[in-house]
Each structure stands twice: as C-alpha cells, then as structure tokens.
C-alpha cells in the first residue's frame, strides 16, 4: 500500500509539469502559425500589387498607341468633344478589371513641336 500512494504522489506532482508543457508547446505553436498566416497574406497582397503593377503598364501603353493613332485620325484631345473624325476615336478614361477601376489621363507636355526633332511629349498616367 506505500508502494502505491508513491506512484500516486509522483504522477500527481509532475501533472504540473506537464500541464505548463502543454500550455507552452500551444503558445509557441500558437505565434508559429500566426506568422505563417501572416507571411501568407503579405505574399498575396505582394503579388496582387505586382499585377496591378503589370496592367497600369499595359493599359498605358495601349493608351499611348491608341491615343498616337486618334492624333493620325485628327481627332482632338480630349476626343469627340470638338469638331472630328470622332467616329472611332473613343479613347477610353477609365476601365475596370477584375472588379479595380483603372483611370487613363494622356496629357501633352508643352507645345507641339516645341520638343527636341519637332516631336510631342505625351505623359501618360493610370490610377487604381
């Protein structure tokens, strides 16, 4: 009978132990998986930044060759709003994608011609 209340009053003192182990492993596997989380919601926020990165530079680029083709039409800018060959020259300001409204602004930069070889400076800004 002495035999057994020892096992018992060895198995009851190291149960705080183990209760403190376990709280520790949970905190610490706790903080590992909010990092983890973390670090996964950073990527995708990166990566959608990169892609909307990717499709302001596209849609400036078609801005810019839509917007040299309306000038070859002799179309106005900003075009259709006075006298032209407006018939295909809408020249679109803003697009949506993938539920991100992009807005085009094509400006001219100084006077035509004022530029180096008698060329136009044409800014093109997109906004989301």
Same mark, same amino acid.
């Given at each position: 009978?002495?035999?057994?209340?020892?096992?018992?009053?060895?198995?009851?003192?190291? $149960?705080?132990?183990? !209760?403190?182990?376990?709280?520790? &492993? =949970?905190?610490?596997?706790? *903080?590992?998986? +909010? $990092?983890?989380?973390? !670090?996964?919601?950073?990527?995708? &926020? =990166?990566?959608?930044?990169? *892609?909307?990165? +990717?499709?302001?530079?596209? !849609?400036?680029?078609?801005?810019?060759?839509?917007?040299?083709?309306?000038?070859?039409?002799?179309?106005?800018?900003?075009?259709?709003?006075?006298?032209?060959?407006?018939?295909?020259?809408?020249?679109?300001?803003?697009?949506?994608?993938?539920?991100?409204?992009?807005?085009?602004?094509?400006?001219?930069?100084?006077?035509?011609?004022?530029?180096?070889?008698?060329?136009?400076?044409?800014?093109?800004?997109?906004?989301?």
């Amino acid at each position: 009978m002495f035999i057994t209340i020892q096992r018992h009053r060895c198995a009851h003192d190291e $149960s705080g132990f183990i !209760l403190a182990t376990v709280i520790l &492993l =949970t905190l610490v596997l706790t *903080v590992i998986t +909010i $990092s983890i989380l973390s !670090l996964n919601v950073s990527q995708t &926020l =990166t990566g959608q930044s990169v *892609v909307d990165d +990717i499709k302001a530079e596209q !849609l400036a680029l078609g801005s810019f060759y839509k917007y040299q083709q309306l000038k070859l039409d002799n179309c106005p800018n900003p075009p259709c709003t006075i006298a032209g060959n407006c018939l295909s020259c809408p020249n679109p300001s803003a697009i949506s994608l993938d539920q991100k409204q992009f807005s085009i602004v094509v400006n001219e930069i100084g006077a035509a011609g004022s530029n180096f070889n008698d060329t136009d400076a044409i800014d093109v800004d997109v906004y989301y």
